[in-house]
């Protein structure tokens, strides 16, 4: 990557961590968040200031102050998968609290300058931001639109595709640039529904009508970059430098769809305040 985009995969990355994340965290109510997210600083800080940093032991331990916080959200995670038969919204916010873990390894490693399972350090940046925003972000909503969905059959699919496009994603980064490709396609059609779901419940309130219509008319855009460059990888035909991936499919998910959607559902009285997973009504109240 350029130094341009490296620079600005940084800011990225210091979003997810610093605005994003606690945003989104502010949703959950899930078994052991709250003190998380009152520590959440405490945490994300250093790492953020990390990124900033030559490569080295010092960096490496500024990051890896993130690793606790990251390793409770996954603690979470698997409470709510064995606190019972996990539901479709169930499975969106464990992907969602589980997410921060794989970013949070994935940057110290880079900050250390090791190539953590082979992989380039450039991909492991990249990693960092992916798990922050298609993989926190995405699935909280999806989780979202799926208990204000009442529960139908648009919103668990929604609640269950985010989260299997990001699981086949990364099992491609392991297998191959084809399986990768899959993930992407299923991931892409996830957030496409999410978007239009989105776009459904933009009734109250100019202002919210406006945020969730914005991040629902970003994914429609960004989401067929994200393929495009995924079928370029795996068939070796022309797509975009990874370096303007980071400036038009990176930055819009980032403020389009992310922070747009996240403010949208911080302003809205349907959210969830329950904090265990149980039937009550419209959805599922584990948010």
């Known amino acids: 990557m350029s130094a341009w985009s490296h620079a600005l995969l940084n800011v990225l990355i210091c979003a997810g961590l610093l605005v994003v994340m606690p945003l989104g965290l502010r949703l959950v109510a899930a078994p052991g968040v709250p003190r998380v997210r009152r520590l959440w600083l405490a945490a994300a800080g250093p790492a953020a200031v990390s990124v900033w940093l030559p490569r080295g032991w010092l960096a490496a331990v500024l990051a890896a102050a993130y690793l606790p916080a990251a390793a409770a959200l996954a603690a979470g995670a698997g409470r709510l998968v064995l606190a019972g038969r996990p539901r479709p919204g169930t499975v969106a916010v464990a992907t969602a609290l589980a997410a921060p873990s794989v970013a949070?390894?994935?940057?110290?490693?880079?900050?250390?300058?090791?190539?953590l399972f082979g992989f380039d350090l450039d991909v492991l940046s990249l990693t960092v931001a992916h798990f922050h925003y298609?993989?926190?972000?995405a699935a909280l909503v999806a989780a979202l639109v799926c208990d204000v969905?009442?529960?139908?059959?648009?919103?668990?699919?929604?609640?269950l595709s985010v989260p299997a496009g990001v699981a086949v994603v990364f099992v491609g980064f392991f297998t191959s640039e084809w399986v990768e490709l899959a993930g992407a396609a299923v991931l892409t059609a996830g957030m496409w529904l999410v978007g239009w779901l989105s776009l459904r419940q933009a009734r109250a309130g100019a202002a919210r009508r406006g945020l969730l219509a914005t991040s629902a008319l970003t994914l429609a855009a960004t989401m067929v970059l994200a393929l495009a460059w995924a079928l370029g990888q795996a068939a070796g035909l022309p797509h975009p430098p990874i370096s303007w991936m980071v400036a038009t499919h990176g930055l819009a998910n980032a403020l389009g769809f992310a922070l747009c959607a996240l403010i949208a559902w911080q302003r809205t009285a349907a959210i969830p305040r329950t904090a265990a997973p149980q039937r009550t009504g419209a959805g599922s109240q584990w948010l």
């Open 104 to 115: 949070a390894s994935a940057l110290v490693a880079e900050r250390a300058g090791h190539r």
């Open 134 to 137: 298609a993989g926190f972000a």
């Open 149 to 159: 969905d009442g529960d139908r059959p648009a919103g668990r699919l929604a609640a």
